[in-house]
């Protein structure tokens, strides 16, 4: 269903112009299943490019990529084939997430049972407050991946992506 009459430019839901900013699918993230990249797009390898050159991409990017040090007049693209990093739908757009898995902690303890296996009372009886920890460790003390995320890295495939300038 098409609207008509509009009386303003037609808005997307973040609120900037189709027709300005987003003219041709400038900024539009390409996935390609082979090391190709399009005459009217660039590979997301973080080049820092002029932004004389490619006034329009700077409009939509502005600095977001930039890293601390990169002279004026200059932006960057996504570096995304150079990272590997997975991409992840939000509201952040451009943070990084650091990679890692929850952490979690294991405990040994032992029970000390008569010969019919019933828990001696005073002895080992969890009721009676004599259960003996033989070890307890967390999985971050012997791996920094533990803790870092609340995630688990899932299955994945490689592919390319490219982002449009023209």
């Known amino acids: 269903m098409e609207i008509k009459n509009l009386k303003t430019n037609?808005?997307?839901q973040n609120g900037y112009s189709k027709n300005v900013q987003t003219k041709g699918k400038i900024g539009a993230i390409y996935t390609f299943p082979a090391?190709?990249?399009p005459d009217d797009c660039l590979s997301c390898e973080g080049y820092s490019l002029l932004i004389i050159d490619y006034q329009d991409l700077y409009k939509i990017l502005g600095t977001k990529y930039n890293k601390s040090g990169d002279a004026s007049g200059t932006f960057r693209i996504p570096d995304?084939?150079?990272t590997k990093r997975f991409?992840?739908?939000g509201t952040d757009?451009?943070?990084q997430i650091a990679a890692g898995i929850p952490d979690h902690t294991h405990t040994v303890s032992a029970f000390n049972w008569d010969s019919s296996g019933v828990a001696e009372e005073g002895?080992?009886?969890p009721d009676?407050?004599?259960q003996k920890t033989l070890t307890t460790s967390k999985a971050s003390a012997s791996n920094a991946i533990y803790g870092k995320s609340t995630t688990v890295q899932p299955p994945?495939?490689?592919v390319h992506l490219c982002i449009k300038y023209k």
Do not use: A, K
């Open 123 to 125: 002895r080992g009886n």
């Open 10 to 12: 037609q808005l997307n």
């Open 80 to 82: 995304y084939n150079i």
């Open 35 to 37: 090391d190709y990249t």
């Open 128 to 130: 009676y407050g004599h």
């Open 156 to 158: 994945s495939q490689i």
């Open 87 to 89: 991409l992840q739908p």
């Open 93 to 95: 757009v451009g943070t």
